[in-house]
């Protein structure tokens, strides 16, 4: 699958990929990870057409081309759209990424909405941005969707965002929540889909690094201080560092809930525990003649 010795074999996403062992294995990895969160999420109904989020991060651009190299190897029976949405943020290089997709020969539409001025308008200096951008963001981006036909809005959150978010429902949200790899949105009308559920960030940057992707970084929230996402984040790194394999292990957990065993009477009625009674006989055994 991943023998790339014929030039016309490969998506032009992946000409100059490192021939390395490692890169090989690790891009290997990549596709088994989103392949297996599509199949245990049910993420796909063939004939679907797909709208492929791209920020310009490390995150969207490996999202992009797993699932273009899955597509190419005719393993994702769907129909995918790149789409960036412009934000209007000062500096950003709004020519960067209809460059790379065209040149790539990837579908994809460049849309321009002016939320950045609705963002500063609305927070106060100091203020955390992220939360208002993402909602106007998600707005458009579920607009766009309709207009293009699309039933899913393919997100590139990966293992570690959707364990940092669960912590900050934790800590600061008193909910046990966190992104789930595939919603129903409100409306009812769209799919919201994250393939990259079982990816590692640490893999994400790996790979756009490896391949020299054109990152973008997202100045806009992103170099914000203080930061409660931030603040998980570093938590995380500190405990993977003591202990090698615990981001796993949590993410696991977030597959093998219990709701028994959690305090929510929404989720498990308690007060309808039954007791079971034994009624004793006159010939009660005696446990102390037992080896």
């Known amino acids: 699958m991943f023998d790339e010795d014929p030039a016309d074999d490969i998506h032009p996403l992946f000409h100059g990929a490192p021939k390395s062992t490692e890169f090989r294995k690790l891009r290997k990895r990549l596709v088994?990870?989103?392949?297996?969160?599509?199949?245990?999420?049910?993420?796909?109904?063939?004939?679907?057409?797909?709208?492929i989020c791209l920020s310009g991060g490390k995150d969207s651009y490996?999202?992009?081309?797993?699932?273009?190299?899955?597509?190419?190897?005719?393993?994702?029976?769907?129909?995918?759209?790149?789409?960036?949405?412009?934000?209007?943020?000062?500096?950003?290089?709004?020519?960067?990424?209809?460059?790379?997709?065209?040149?790539?020969?990837?579908?994809?539409?460049?849309?321009?909405?002016?939320?950045?001025s609705v963002v500063i308008?609305?927070?106060?200096?100091?203020?955390?941005?992220c939360s208002l951008c993402s909602r106007l963001r998600r707005g458009n981006l579920?607009?766009?969707?309709?207009?293009?036909?699309?039933?899913?809005?393919?997100?590139?959150?990966?293992?570690?965002?959707?364990?940092?978010?669960?912590?900050?429902?934790?800590?600061?949200?008193?909910?046990?929540?966190?992104?789930?790899?595939?919603?129903?949105?409100?409306?009812?009308?769209?799919f919201v889909a994250r393939p990259l559920a079982f990816v590692a960030e640490a893999d994400c940057?790996?790979?756009?690094?490896?391949?020299?992707?054109?990152?973008?970084?997202?100045?806009?929230?992103?170099?914000?201080?203080?930061?409660?996402?931030?603040?998980?984040?570093?938590?995380?790194?500190?405990?993977?560092?003591r202990s090698p394999g615990r981001r796993q292990v949590m993410f696991r957990a977030l597959m093998n809930v219990r709701p028994s065993h959690l305090a929510d009477p929404g989720l498990f009625d308690f007060a309808a525990l039954i007791r079971e009674t034994v009624e004793l006989s006159g010939n009660v055994p005696d446990l102390r003649d037992r080896d």
């Open 121 to 129: 308008d609305k927070i106060k200096p100091g203020g955390t941005m």
């Open 205 to 241: 940057e790996k790979f756009a690094r490896g391949m020299n992707y054109p990152i973008i970084p997202c100045d806009l929230c992103g170099s914000q201080e203080g930061l409660q996402r931030a603040q998980v984040k570093k938590l995380l790194d500190e405990w993977e560092v």
């Open 32 to 51: 088994q990870n989103v392949r297996e969160a599509i199949e245990t999420y049910g993420m796909v109904t063939p004939g679907d057409r797909w709208l």
């Open 62 to 116: 490996t999202l992009l081309a797993v699932l273009t190299e899955l597509k190419w190897r005719g393993l994702l029976p769907v129909e995918l759209l790149a789409c960036n949405l412009d934000q209007g943020q000062p500096g950003f290089p709004a020519t960067v990424l209809p460059e790379f997709l065209t040149r790539m020969g990837v579908p994809h539409r460049i849309e321009y909405q002016d939320t950045y």
């Open 142 to 190: 579920y607009r766009i969707a309709r207009e293009e036909g699309c039933s899913t809005v393919v997100l590139g959150h990966h293992r570690d965002d959707i364990l940092e978010t669960f912590f900050m429902n934790l800590f600061h949200g008193g909910r046990l929540a966190s992104m789930p790899p595939r919603l129903l949105n409100e409306e009812g009308d769209l």
